[in-house]
């Protein structure tokens, strides 16, 4: 999680709120929300997410009071399953799912204690309760996309890939984290969560300080994902983080620690897309030199690549399906037969010392370090 910027804007004076009816939860759909002028403020109203994802489903944990809010988009091609960082929520995918509908199933989740998710206990943010809802929320839904194949996008889903328990598992998205970098921000990060704007009179005026002195860049991925992040505060007449990440720093160390050799140890063809080039750490400059994943630098943008540049981050994770062959029914190369009809053979790829090898039904083809093989 990358510092954001520390500047604010100054919030207005207090308004009388709209109603002192509660929300039945802090993850209701849109908390209510002080008037505001429309005509100096509608450059930031709110945008819905049925505008770009096709469907919302709650998915409910048998034997727990869990339930999670999932949002999907399109129906063909392999499964690209969004994970968000702290403090965002599933909408943070929302123009990028509106890009990649046509050519692959966009599924995003709210994971625990953020968006519309509720469970018995939302500051559970340890990496392996994180770890645990998202493989429960795969394994327990009703949809068609339990027995299809997946390519995982997000911090939570390199421990996800590294239980080896989703076995149609084939891709591997990481998007600017860096377990070096991450590790030595933490001692800076409640600094960085005490100097952000704490308190909202409108949830346009949230929208409004989050791209203008908070974390994004993208004015319309801010309209649509911003207020999932809000809930409002009867007590202060406004609106704050629905997600109290100052009170999860005791997690904190869990999330990042070991990530870049679990990172590189997953089976899976990988991909790492960086806001800079000086994001590397030790472990991860050795595994991209030996080819061990694909990395990309992505100009122009902040911390959230797929909020700030979506059409560019969904060409790079289309772009990385492809490339890989990951489709609707695994990952498959062309091979011609006998009568010269290419056919699909399931590849499987392990390493040897430093080369990879990639193995067809019964024939061997070495290919040398940063060819684009992946330890399997």
Known sequence: MDPPPLSSLQEEGRRSPPSRTRPPSPAAAVPPRPATHSHSLHKYAPLDWSAYFDEERRVAIPDTDDVFNVYTAGSEGPVVFCLHGGGYSGLSFALTASRMKDKAHVVAMDLRGHGKSTT???????????????????????????????????????????????????????????????????????????????????????????????PLRNIESARVSIPSTLKYDESRECYTYRTPLEQTEKYWKGWYEGLSDKFLSCPVQKILLLAGTDRLDR??????????????????????????????????????????????????????????????????????????????????????????????
């Open 120 to 214: 018995i206990d939302d500051l559970d943010l340890s990496i392996e309760t994180l770890t645990n809802d998202v493989i429960a929320v795969i394994m327990y839904n009703v949809w068609r996309f339990a027995t299809s194949n997946y390519t995982q996008v997000g911090i939570v889903a390199v421990h996800v890939a590294a239980r080896k328990e989703i076995r149609n598992l084939h891709g591997l998205v990481v998007v600017d984290v860096v377990e070096g970098t991450a590790m030595a921000s933490l001692v800076h990060m409640q600094k960085i969560l005490a100097n952000r704007a704490q308190h909202f009179p409108s949830i346009e005026k949230a929208i409004e300080w989050s791209v203008k002195g908070g």
């Open 283 to 376: 472990a991860l400059t050795i595994g991209q030199m030996q080819g061990k994943f694909q990395m990309v630098v992505v100009r122009h943008t902040g911390h959230a690549i797929q909020e700030d540049v979506p059409e560019e981050f969904a060409s790079h994770i289309l772009n990385f399906i492809s490339r890989n062959r990951i489709g609707p029914n695994g990952v498959e190369e062309p091979q011609a037969d006998g009568c010269g009809k290419g056919k699909p053979r399931q590849i499987y790829c392990e390493s040897v010392s430093q080369h990879e090898w990639i193995y067809y039904e019964g024939d061997m083809t070495q290919v040398g370090p940063g060819d684009g093989g992946d330890n399997r």
